[in-house]
Protein backbone atom coordinates (compact mmCIF):
# COMPACT_ATOMS: atom_id res chain seq x y z
CA UNK A 1 0.00 0.00 0.00
CA UNK A 2 1.59 3.67 -0.81
CA UNK A 3 0.00 6.92 -0.71
CA UNK A 4 2.09 9.76 -2.92
CA UNK A 5 1.19 13.46 -1.30
CA UNK A 6 2.14 17.04 -2.47
CA UNK A 7 3.44 19.82 -0.46
CA UNK A 8 -0.63 20.66 1.31
CA UNK A 9 0.84 17.90 3.57
CA UNK A 10 2.91 20.90 5.61
CA UNK A 11 0.46 23.28 5.36
CA UNK A 12 -2.61 21.02 6.11
CA UNK A 13 -0.59 19.59 9.77
CA UNK A 14 -1.09 23.27 10.86
CA UNK A 15 -4.73 23.23 10.41
CA UNK A 16 -5.23 19.93 11.30
CA UNK A 17 -3.88 20.20 14.81
CA UNK A 18 -6.23 23.81 14.93
CA UNK A 19 -9.44 21.00 14.12
CA UNK A 20 -8.22 18.46 16.53
CA UNK A 21 -8.10 20.91 19.73
CA UNK A 22 -11.62 21.83 18.61
CA UNK A 23 -13.00 18.16 18.39
CA UNK A 24 -11.19 17.83 22.05
CA UNK A 25 -13.06 20.98 23.72
CA UNK A 26 -16.13 19.90 22.22
CA UNK A 27 -16.56 16.18 22.93
CA UNK A 28 -16.46 15.24 19.18
CA UNK A 29 -13.82 13.97 16.82
CA UNK A 30 -11.10 10.84 18.04
CA UNK A 31 -7.86 10.04 17.30
CA UNK A 32 -6.48 9.43 13.47
CA UNK A 33 -7.25 6.13 12.64
CA UNK A 34 -3.54 4.59 11.44
CA UNK A 35 -3.24 1.76 8.73
CA UNK A 36 -2.51 -1.80 10.45
CA UNK A 37 1.35 -2.92 10.17
CA UNK A 38 4.53 -0.75 9.54
CA UNK A 39 4.12 2.68 8.33
CA UNK A 40 7.38 3.81 6.22
CA UNK A 41 7.47 7.11 5.22
CA UNK A 42 9.73 8.61 2.45
CA UNK A 43 11.02 12.37 2.32
CA UNK A 44 12.65 13.03 -0.83
CA UNK A 45 14.33 17.02 -1.56
CA UNK A 46 13.76 16.52 -5.35
CA UNK A 47 10.78 14.62 -8.12
CA UNK A 48 10.79 11.32 -7.55
CA UNK A 49 11.43 10.68 -11.32
CA UNK A 50 14.59 13.16 -11.96
CA UNK A 51 16.55 9.90 -13.51
CA UNK A 52 18.93 10.52 -10.39
CA UNK A 53 19.48 10.90 -6.57
CA UNK A 54 15.79 10.95 -5.51
CA UNK A 55 14.49 8.87 -8.28
CA UNK A 56 17.23 5.89 -6.77
CA UNK A 57 15.50 5.72 -3.52
CA UNK A 58 11.91 6.12 -4.48
CA UNK A 59 12.35 2.45 -6.82
CA UNK A 60 14.12 1.14 -2.89
CA UNK A 61 10.67 2.71 -1.80
CA UNK A 62 8.75 0.67 -4.21
CA UNK A 63 10.32 -2.40 -3.20
CA UNK A 64 9.25 -1.70 0.91
CA UNK A 65 5.75 -1.57 -1.05
CA UNK A 66 5.62 -4.39 -2.19
CA UNK A 67 6.54 -5.88 1.08
CA UNK A 68 3.32 -7.44 3.60
CA UNK A 69 2.50 -5.64 6.30
CA UNK A 70 3.65 -1.84 5.16
CA UNK A 71 2.17 0.52 4.14
CA UNK A 72 4.24 3.66 2.46
CA UNK A 73 3.85 7.20 2.62
CA UNK A 74 6.00 9.25 0.66
CA UNK A 75 6.74 13.21 0.06
CA UNK A 76 8.76 14.74 -3.23
CA UNK A 77 9.94 18.04 -3.21
CA UNK A 78 10.87 18.99 0.22
CA UNK A 79 13.11 21.51 1.15
CA UNK A 80 16.14 21.16 3.56
CA UNK A 81 14.12 23.98 5.79
CA UNK A 82 11.74 23.36 8.74
CA UNK A 83 9.25 21.99 6.11
CA UNK A 84 11.02 18.92 6.11
CA UNK A 85 10.38 18.62 10.13
CA UNK A 86 6.19 19.85 9.21
CA UNK A 87 6.44 16.75 6.94
CA UNK A 88 8.14 14.56 9.37
CA UNK A 89 5.56 15.19 12.46
CA UNK A 90 3.02 15.04 9.58
CA UNK A 91 3.80 11.43 8.69
CA UNK A 92 4.22 10.77 12.14
CA UNK A 93 1.21 12.37 13.86
CA UNK A 94 -1.57 11.69 11.30
CA UNK A 95 0.00 9.16 9.72
CA UNK A 96 1.25 6.89 12.43
CA UNK A 97 4.96 6.33 10.70
CA UNK A 98 7.05 4.61 12.98
CA UNK A 99 10.26 4.57 10.72
CA UNK A 100 11.08 7.46 8.37
CA UNK A 101 13.60 7.90 6.07
CA UNK A 102 14.45 11.06 5.41
CA UNK A 103 17.18 10.95 2.40
CA UNK A 104 18.56 14.52 1.59
CA UNK A 105 21.83 15.07 3.22
CA UNK A 106 20.48 18.50 4.78
CA UNK A 107 17.76 16.91 6.63
CA UNK A 108 19.90 15.51 9.09
CA UNK A 109 20.84 18.56 11.42
CA UNK A 110 18.93 20.62 12.66
CA UNK A 111 15.89 19.34 11.19
CA UNK A 112 15.58 15.11 12.12
CA UNK A 113 17.69 15.48 15.49
CA UNK A 114 15.20 18.37 16.21
CA UNK A 115 11.76 16.39 15.40
CA UNK A 116 13.75 13.31 17.07
CA UNK A 117 14.18 14.75 20.61
CA UNK A 118 10.20 14.82 20.62
CA UNK A 119 9.59 11.75 19.42
CA UNK A 120 11.31 9.11 21.25
CA UNK A 121 8.91 6.13 19.94
CA UNK A 122 10.13 6.61 15.72
CA UNK A 123 12.96 5.41 14.00
CA UNK A 124 14.67 7.91 12.17
CA UNK A 125 17.02 6.65 8.92
CA UNK A 126 19.08 9.25 7.26
CA UNK A 127 21.05 8.98 4.14
CA UNK A 128 24.70 9.98 4.16
CA UNK A 129 24.86 11.37 8.11
CA UNK A 130 27.65 10.40 9.97
CA UNK A 131 25.66 9.32 12.85
CA UNK A 132 28.10 9.47 16.65
CA UNK A 133 26.74 7.52 19.40
CA UNK A 134 28.74 10.31 21.32
CA UNK A 135 26.74 12.74 20.45
CA UNK A 136 23.05 11.60 18.93
CA UNK A 137 19.98 9.67 20.04
CA UNK A 138 19.90 5.97 19.55
CA UNK A 139 16.61 5.72 17.66
CA UNK A 140 18.63 7.95 14.77
CA UNK A 141 20.79 6.07 12.47
CA UNK A 142 22.80 6.51 9.30
CA UNK A 143 23.30 4.24 5.91
CA UNK A 144 24.97 4.90 2.65
CA UNK A 145 26.91 2.92 0.07
CA UNK A 146 31.19 3.05 -0.82
CA UNK A 147 29.65 4.26 -4.78
CA UNK A 148 33.28 5.36 -5.18
CA UNK A 149 34.06 1.82 -6.76
CA UNK A 150 31.22 2.87 -9.29
CA UNK A 151 32.66 5.61 -10.26
CA UNK A 152 36.10 3.72 -10.63
CA UNK A 153 34.75 1.62 -12.67
CA UNK A 154 32.88 4.41 -14.79
CA UNK A 155 36.32 5.51 -14.95
CA UNK A 156 37.77 2.34 -17.04
CA UNK A 157 34.59 2.78 -19.40
CA UNK A 158 35.82 6.50 -20.36
CA UNK A 159 39.24 5.86 -20.48
CA UNK A 160 38.76 2.65 -23.54
CA UNK A 161 36.53 5.81 -24.80
CA UNK A 162 38.10 8.57 -24.71
CA UNK A 163 40.06 9.48 -28.20
CA UNK A 164 41.31 13.51 -26.50
CA UNK A 165 43.30 11.48 -23.16
CA UNK A 166 40.65 14.12 -21.45
CA UNK A 167 37.54 13.14 -19.41
CA UNK A 168 35.07 15.52 -17.32
CA UNK A 169 33.50 15.96 -14.21
CA UNK A 170 30.46 18.21 -13.38
CA UNK A 171 30.36 18.27 -9.77
CA UNK A 172 28.52 20.33 -6.98
CA UNK A 173 29.87 20.78 -4.07
CA UNK A 174 33.48 19.94 -2.88
CA UNK A 175 32.78 17.47 -0.20
CA UNK A 176 34.46 14.28 0.73
CA UNK A 177 32.27 12.19 -1.19
CA UNK A 178 32.33 14.54 -4.26
CA UNK A 179 36.08 14.69 -4.37
CA UNK A 180 35.99 10.86 -3.64
CA UNK A 181 34.29 10.10 -6.73
CA UNK A 182 35.98 12.41 -9.15
CA UNK A 183 39.56 10.39 -7.82
CA UNK A 184 37.84 7.46 -8.13
CA UNK A 185 36.73 8.13 -11.38
CA UNK A 186 40.50 9.19 -12.51
CA UNK A 187 42.27 7.14 -10.84
CA UNK A 188 40.17 3.86 -12.82
CA UNK A 189 40.94 5.92 -16.20
CA UNK A 190 44.24 6.16 -15.24
CA UNK A 191 44.67 1.96 -14.61
CA UNK A 192 44.20 2.24 -18.64
CA UNK A 193 46.08 4.52 -19.62
CA UNK A 194 48.26 6.90 -16.82
CA UNK A 195 48.03 9.97 -19.54
CA UNK A 196 44.25 11.33 -18.99
CA UNK A 197 43.46 13.87 -17.08
CA UNK A 198 40.31 15.03 -15.41
CA UNK A 199 38.66 18.39 -15.46
CA UNK A 200 36.48 19.33 -12.95
CA UNK A 201 33.96 21.85 -12.60
CA UNK A 202 31.63 22.48 -9.39
CA UNK A 203 28.35 24.04 -9.88
CA UNK A 204 27.96 24.91 -6.12
CA UNK A 205 24.19 23.38 -6.34
CA UNK A 206 23.13 20.09 -5.56
CA UNK A 207 19.93 20.55 -8.64
CA UNK A 208 20.65 23.85 -10.70
CA UNK A 209 20.02 22.86 -14.66
CA UNK A 210 21.26 25.89 -16.21
CA UNK A 211 24.64 25.71 -14.28
CA UNK A 212 24.79 22.06 -15.33
CA UNK A 213 24.25 22.88 -19.05
CA UNK A 214 26.80 24.91 -18.78
CA UNK A 215 29.60 23.35 -16.72
CA UNK A 216 28.93 20.34 -19.53
CA UNK A 217 29.36 22.65 -22.57
CA UNK A 218 32.46 24.35 -21.17
CA UNK A 219 33.56 20.22 -20.80
CA UNK A 220 33.15 19.69 -24.17
CA UNK A 221 34.53 23.05 -25.62
CA UNK A 222 37.51 22.26 -24.01
CA UNK A 223 37.28 19.14 -25.72
CA UNK A 224 36.68 16.67 -22.97
CA UNK A 225 35.02 13.39 -24.95
CA UNK A 226 33.94 11.53 -21.98
CA UNK A 227 31.75 13.20 -19.05
CA UNK A 228 30.21 12.05 -15.40
CA UNK A 229 29.45 13.94 -12.55
CA UNK A 230 27.95 14.12 -8.82
CA UNK A 231 24.56 16.06 -8.73
CA UNK A 232 21.26 15.90 -8.06
CA UNK A 233 19.57 14.87 -11.08
CA UNK A 234 22.43 13.89 -14.02
CA UNK A 235 19.87 14.20 -16.59
CA UNK A 236 20.71 17.14 -17.97
CA UNK A 237 24.63 16.77 -17.71
CA UNK A 238 23.40 13.30 -19.84
CA UNK A 239 21.47 15.05 -22.62
CA UNK A 240 24.04 18.15 -22.53
CA UNK A 241 26.99 15.84 -22.96
CA UNK A 242 25.54 13.19 -25.45
CA UNK A 243 24.41 16.37 -27.33
CA UNK A 244 27.73 17.31 -27.92
CA UNK A 245 28.93 14.18 -29.22
CA UNK A 246 30.68 13.17 -25.93
CA UNK A 247 30.34 9.60 -24.44
CA UNK A 248 28.97 9.61 -20.72
CA UNK A 249 28.95 7.35 -17.87
CA UNK A 250 25.67 7.38 -15.17
CA UNK A 251 25.63 8.31 -11.40
CA UNK A 252 22.67 7.49 -9.15
CA UNK A 253 20.42 5.67 -11.25
CA UNK A 254 20.30 4.41 -14.92
CA UNK A 255 20.02 7.22 -17.21
CA UNK A 256 20.55 4.86 -20.74
CA UNK A 257 17.66 5.98 -21.76
CA UNK A 258 18.88 9.18 -22.17
CA UNK A 259 20.96 8.51 -24.51
CA UNK A 260 21.62 4.91 -25.46
CA UNK A 261 24.02 4.97 -28.12
CA UNK A 262 26.40 7.38 -25.74
CA UNK A 263 25.67 6.25 -22.41
CA UNK A 264 29.17 3.84 -21.44
CA UNK A 265 27.85 2.45 -17.91
CA UNK A 266 27.18 3.95 -14.76
CA UNK A 267 27.62 3.64 -10.95
CA UNK A 268 23.64 3.45 -9.54
CA UNK A 269 22.69 2.57 -5.78
CA UNK A 270 20.90 -0.20 -5.27
CA UNK A 271 18.75 1.13 -2.20
CA UNK A 272 16.00 -1.91 -2.94
CA UNK A 273 17.94 -3.90 -1.11
CA UNK A 274 18.72 -1.69 1.36
CA UNK A 275 15.90 -0.76 2.60
CA UNK A 276 13.83 -3.76 2.37
CA UNK A 277 16.71 -5.42 4.78
CA UNK A 278 15.79 -2.59 7.07
CA UNK A 279 12.13 -2.73 7.15
CA UNK A 280 12.10 -6.45 7.63
CA UNK A 281 14.68 -6.24 10.70
CA UNK A 282 11.90 -3.66 12.67
CA UNK A 283 8.99 -5.95 11.44
CA UNK A 284 10.96 -9.16 13.13
CA UNK A 285 11.37 -6.87 16.11
CA UNK A 286 14.96 -5.96 15.72
CA UNK A 287 16.58 -2.84 15.99
CA UNK A 288 18.46 -1.65 12.66
CA UNK A 289 22.17 -0.80 13.39
CA UNK A 290 22.76 2.94 13.75
CA UNK A 291 25.89 3.16 11.05
CA UNK A 292 25.22 0.81 8.32
CA UNK A 293 27.59 0.98 5.10
CA UNK A 294 27.95 -1.37 2.22
CA UNK A 295 29.56 -1.75 -1.16
CA UNK A 296 29.10 -3.80 -4.18
CA UNK A 297 29.77 -6.80 -3.19
CA UNK A 298 27.18 -6.02 -0.18
CA UNK A 299 24.42 -5.10 -2.98
CA UNK A 300 24.43 -1.37 -1.96
CA UNK A 301 25.48 -0.67 -5.13
CA UNK A 302 25.18 -1.86 -8.73
CA UNK A 303 26.47 -1.12 -12.49
CA UNK A 304 23.98 -0.12 -15.41
CA UNK A 305 24.65 -2.61 -18.40
CA UNK A 306 27.73 -1.70 -20.62
CA UNK A 307 26.68 0.37 -23.52
CA UNK A 308 27.58 -0.77 -27.14
CA UNK A 309 30.43 2.27 -27.79
CA UNK A 310 32.58 -0.06 -24.98
CA UNK A 311 35.37 -2.04 -27.10
CA UNK A 312 35.52 -6.05 -26.29
CA UNK A 313 38.92 -4.93 -24.79
CA UNK A 314 37.08 -2.36 -22.36
CA UNK A 315 34.64 -5.04 -21.12
CA UNK A 316 36.95 -7.62 -20.99
CA UNK A 317 39.08 -5.07 -18.42
CA UNK A 318 35.78 -3.76 -16.44
CA UNK A 319 34.11 -7.01 -15.46
CA UNK A 320 37.31 -8.15 -14.38
CA UNK A 321 38.19 -5.20 -12.02
CA UNK A 322 34.62 -5.37 -10.90
CA UNK A 323 35.20 -9.19 -10.00
CA UNK A 324 38.12 -8.07 -8.00
CA UNK A 325 36.26 -5.82 -6.40
CA UNK A 326 33.31 -8.25 -5.37
CA UNK A 327 36.43 -10.19 -3.35
CA UNK A 328 36.53 -7.34 -1.10
CA UNK A 329 39.48 -4.86 -0.05
CA UNK A 330 40.07 -3.13 -2.92
CA UNK A 331 41.99 -0.30 -2.87
CA UNK A 332 41.78 2.79 -5.77
CA UNK A 333 43.87 5.08 -3.71
CA UNK A 334 47.24 3.23 -3.62
CA UNK A 335 51.13 4.87 -3.55
CA UNK A 336 52.92 6.52 -5.18
CA UNK A 337 50.52 9.34 -5.34
CA UNK A 338 50.13 12.63 -4.74
CA UNK A 339 47.52 15.52 -4.74
CA UNK A 340 46.85 18.46 -7.78
CA UNK A 341 49.47 20.58 -5.66
CA UNK A 342 52.33 18.21 -5.75
CA UNK A 343 51.91 16.73 -2.30
CA UNK A 344 52.32 12.93 -1.36
CA UNK A 345 49.50 11.72 -0.04
CA UNK A 346 50.45 7.98 -0.32
CA UNK A 347 53.55 6.92 -0.07
CA UNK A 348 54.99 3.86 -2.35
CA UNK A 349 53.08 0.66 -0.80
CA UNK A 350 50.56 2.58 1.39
CA UNK A 351 46.89 1.86 0.52
CA UNK A 352 43.80 3.31 1.18
CA UNK A 353 40.26 1.74 0.78
CA UNK A 354 37.07 3.01 0.35
CA UNK A 355 36.08 1.69 3.44
CA UNK A 356 38.78 3.48 5.99
CA UNK A 357 38.07 6.46 7.68
CA UNK A 358 41.09 8.29 6.48
CA UNK A 359 38.65 8.85 3.55
CA UNK A 360 35.47 10.08 4.94
CA UNK A 361 37.34 13.48 5.53
CA UNK A 362 39.24 13.26 2.13
CA UNK A 363 39.65 16.93 0.79
CA UNK A 364 42.18 16.65 -1.93
CA UNK A 365 41.89 16.04 -5.64
CA UNK A 366 44.64 13.90 -6.88
CA UNK A 367 47.37 14.83 -9.56
CA UNK A 368 45.81 15.31 -12.89
CA UNK A 369 42.56 16.71 -11.94
CA UNK A 370 42.08 20.26 -12.65
CA UNK A 371 39.67 21.81 -11.14
CA UNK A 372 37.48 25.17 -10.99
CA UNK A 373 34.33 26.63 -10.12
CA UNK A 374 31.68 27.52 -12.67
Known amino acids: ?18 LAGATALTGFGAAPAFAAGLTVGFIYVGPKDDFGYNQAHAEGAAAVK ?3 GVTVIEEENVPETVDCQKTME ?10 LFP ?7 PHILEVAAKQPGVRFQHAGGMWNADKHPAHVGSYFGYIGMGQYLNGIAAAH ?14 IPQVLLNINSFLLGARSVDPEITCQVIFTGEWSLAVKEAEATNALADQGVDVITCHVDGPKVVIQTAAGRGAFVCGYHAD ?13 E ?3 AKVYTDMVKTTLDGGTIDNFVRGGLADGFIKMSPLGPAVPDAGRNQFEAVKAEIMKGGFAAIKGPLKDNGGNVIAEAG ?11 SMNYLVEGVVGSLS
Not at 6 to 12: A, E, I, M, V, Y
Not at 103 to 109: L, M
Not at 255 to 267: C, D, M, R, W
Request: charged content about 20%; glycine content about 6%.
Open 1 to 18: MSMIVNPSRRSFIQGAAA
Open 161 to 174: ATKTKKIGFVAAKP
Open 103 to 109: TSFGYFD
Open 90 to 99: SMINFDGASL
Open 269 to 271: WNW
Open 350 to 360: QSFVETDVALE
Open 66 to 68: AMD
Open 255 to 267: QTALAPEKYLTGA
